[in-house]
């Protein structure tokens, strides 16, 4: 059986912990070089006895990604479950602690650059089967947040009364690659970059994070998700119709007929 030592051997260095605060909510302390593109590991200890908890990934800095645990939105399935397992650890006193590695490798494959962490993410989840990565059938595909995650096998359909705008789009061949840009879709009924949102197709819901894909910070609004493109390309071709509604600024239904 992996241990800490064994995620210690990798890279990973302790760099903050969880804490109950006075209002009786889940807090953190984390030192932070504002480094992305990272791992990171919850990792219990309590009395002689040492859990690695859970391993993830983001593509933001620590302190941000953190946030999203400390104080998750409604929808935010990934953050909501992992703060509830925080929160009962702490009070029965265990200790949380917050290690990370940090990509400080150029890695390249033919001139491309590698993101260390999106390629070791998967393999260190089956060395040390951390107790809330959840595998098999009911797998949370967690924290790939230019992707999908949270996979949930249920229908939600929008209320009446929901804040919701509905546009149709011809299919490109990067819509079926899973890249969507959304400009097509008014700012107003947008999230802010950064927004982890829920996306449905069909009876599949996911989380998936909304980015802004230019890096040069011109206005690129943008999911870019597998399991969309997938979905997409298994109805429709190139050139054929699709629409897009989002509601209250923050979940996305995908549709192949007008609704």
Not at 76 to 89: E, G, V
Not at 101 to 128: P, T, Y
Not at 176 to 187: D, K, T, V, Y
Request: with cysteine.
């Amino acid at each position: 059986m992996k241990t800490i030592k064994d995620l210690e051997e990798i890279g990973f260095k302790e760099v903050g912990n969880w804490f109950l605060n006075i209002e009786n909510t889940i807090d953190f302390s984390v030192e932070d070089d504002n480094s992305t593109e990272l791992l990171y590991s919850f990792v219990s200890k309590y009395e002689d006895k040492i859990d690695i908890l859970y391993i993830g990934k983001t593509i933001k800095t620590l302190t941000d990604r953190m946030q999203g645990y400390r104080k998750p939105g409604k929808t935010q399935n990934t953050n909501i479950r992992l703060n509830s397992i925080l929160k009962s650890k702490l009070e029965e006193n265990h200790k949380v602690h917050i290690y990370t590695l940090i990509n400080q490798e150029d890695i390249r494959f033919k001139g491309i650059k590698i993101n260390l962490s999106a390629g070791l993410e998967d393999n260190l989840i089956k060395m040390f089967n951390p107790k809330n990565n959840l595998h098999g059938n009911s797998k949370i595909v967690e924290d790939l947040e230019i992707d999908e995650n949270n996979i949930i096998v249920e229908l939600i359909k929008p209320e009446n009364n929901d804040f919701c705008y509905t546009a149709e789009k011809l299919a490109s061949n990067s819509n079926l690659q899973g890249i969507i840009n959304l400009s097509f879709i008014p700012i107003e009924y947008l999230p802010e970059f950064g927004d982890i949102v829920t996306i449905h197709l069909g009876t599949l819901i996911f989380e998936a994070n909304y980015i802004n894909g230019n890096r040069n910070e011109q206005y690129d609004p943008r999911l870019n998700s597998r399991l969309i493109g997938n979905w997409l390309s298994e109805r429709i071709a190139v050139n054929e119709m699709f629409y897009v509604k989002v509601c209250n600024n923050n979940t996305f239904y995908f549709y192949t007929n007008a609704q």
